[in-house]
């Protein structure tokens, strides 16, 4: 028992580095964009004194509450630097992956926990989204610490454990307003356990949350709760039928449990290569794998009825969240679904494709956690040698004709440029790193034409000095 305990804790501590390299290699190939500008001044203004009682504003217009950017803030005042800010990110997506072992071995077993935790570590869309400064980003530590606050209440009569589950909603709301889903399996943990629910934690937290938005929930009241219902409309989504949310939400569920829908970060570009296609063939067996645990957990939902034994409890509250998450969406349109609303279904999409591998290895009779390993390993290796062989398509071109858009070391060279020749950059990113700020003073003449050569091949017009940094085209005055 002990031998095994150390090669599982070995195992653990090899998955969280591989995580940390994944996460923290070659910063200077992440997404530097507007929105990250914007969070990194106001951050500033907050550490000046100028607080802020409303966050980001979306993309629908509604404002998004302010947690995000006094996170930020935070981030900032411990160290002044695009580069860390970025890293934290990378950081506690790195904590969540560690923490998805600590809370799933009492539960499932060491080899389950490792095969979750090693997809989680290694999945494309998993590590895309731990290796940049966006609000949602910081989402997969609250999912998990969710997870296990529910993991508790489901498995311990009155447990004052229970005052973190509303908090935690709350955060993960604040983080994202998609997460506002999670109320499903929240409300079918606490209908299924009413009678030995701790409600006056459950309450407390509750106030807690709720004081948590004050400022937010002031500014909408004072404001006629304009972006209550721009959430509302946004959520919706804009043409197409209502229902065709639940659809999209399904997709991006098997996209981001996957190595599928890459082109969405790509764009017209073709990645291609035998590393993407041995990372695609991965994501499928994920993906087969997360329909077995689905199969295999409703059937012993199924088969133990009304009086469940503990471990089918927890399956079906699995079940429960990632099947609520979708249809949450049901009056939706596609339109009103991004990929990265889906952040939320971690760590439970990779929980149930390892409880999936557990289930048909256990047909063995003979090294079945060694197949497990084994076969979890393997789609590990596939995963990295995507992700390595992105980045270095990335690090070629610069970045991406897709979403990724332009990476921070050119859009760095450009700032320096132009700092350099006292001149200003007509977009925020490029301009905050350049002065600090996201717009060019009021009057400014002298602006810098920029063209995104991964978007748009043709000339820019030019009377002064052409110069290229990475994918931009640019010209300086004469």
């Known amino acids: ?34 929105d990250q500008a914007v969070a990194l001044r106001i951050a500033h203004d907050i550490l000046n004194g100028d607080f802020r009682t409303v966050g980001l504003t979306s993309s629908s217009g509604a404002a998004n509450p302010p947690l995000y950017v006094y996170i930020v803030a935070f981030v900032v005042w411990i160290h002044h630097g695009l580069i860390f800010a970025t890293q934290s990110t990378a950081v506690v997506s790195v904590v969540a992956v560690g923490l998805t072992y600590v809370i799933v071995r009492p539960r499932f077993g060491g080899t389950v926990a490792l095969v979750a935790s090693g997809l989680f570590a290694t999945a494309p869309w998993a590590v895309l989204y731990g290796r940049h400064l966006w609000q949602q980003d910081y989402l997969p530590i609250v999912t998990v610490a969710l997870l296990w606050s529910l993991f508790i209440v489901l498995e311990r009569d009155r447990t004052r454990v229970a005052l973190f589950v509303p908090v935690l909603f709350v955060v993960a709301f604040q983080l994202n307003l998609s997460a506002v889903a999670l109320i499903i399996p929240i409300g079918a943990l606490l209908a299924y356990r ?47 039928s209502a229902g065709g949310g639940t659809i999209e939400a399904i997709r991006q569920t098997i996209h981001l449990a ?12 073709h990645q291609g290569g035998a590393a993407w296609t041995l990372g695609r063939a991965a994501g499928i067996v994920v993906l087969v794998l997360l329909a077995v645990g689905i199969v295999t957990s409703i059937a012993r939902v199924v088969r133990d009825g009304r009086h469940p034994e503990r471990d089918t409890a927890r399956r079906a509250l699995l079940l429960v969240w990632l099947f609520g998450i979708p249809l949450s969406y049901v009056t939706s349109s596609r339109s009103g679904v991004g990929p990265h609303y889906l952040i939320i279904t971690y760590p439970v999409s990779f929980l149930l494709a390892a409880l999936g591998l557990a289930d048909v290895t256990s047909l063995l009779r003979r090294r079945a956690a060694v197949v497990s390993i084994a076969a979890g390993a393997a789609i590990a290796a596939a995963f990295v040698a995507f992700t390595l062989s992105f980045q270095s398509f990335v690090q ?24 350099a020749r006292h001149l200003h950059v007509g977009f925020a990113s490029a301009e905050y790193l350049a002065w600090g700020h996201v717009g060019a003073p009021a009057g400014t003449k002298i602006i810098i034409s920029v063209r995104d050569r991964l978007i748009d091949t043709s000339p820019l017009p030019c009377t002064g000095q052409r110069r290229s940094f990475g994918p931009y085209e640019t010209c300086f005055p004469p």
């Not at 028992?1 to 200077?28: D, K």
């Not at 996957?258 to 570009?269: K, N, P, R, V």
């Not at 990724?404 to 060279?413: E, G, H, K, L, P």
């Open 1 to 34: 028992m002990s031998r095994r305990l150390s090669w599982e804790t070995a195992g653990a501590t090899a998955i969280v580095a591989l995580a940390a390299w994944l996460r923290l290699r070659h910063p200077g190939l992440a997404q530097f964009n507007d």
């Open 194 to 240: 009413a009678r030995d629910v701790n409600w006056r934690a459950i309450i407390l937290g509750a106030v807690v949350g709720v004081l948590s938005l004050g400022t937010w929930l002031a500014h909408n009241a004072k404001h006629g709760f304009r972006d209550f219902k721009l959430i509302v409309d946004n959520g919706r989504g804009h043409g197409g």
């Open 258 to 269: 996957s190595a599928e829908g890459w082109t969405f970060i790509t764009g017209a570009q």
């Open 396 to 419: 070629r071109h610069g970045g991406t004709a897709g979403n990724y858009q332009v990476i921070y070391d050119d859009t760095a060279a450009l700032a320096a440029a132009a700092h």
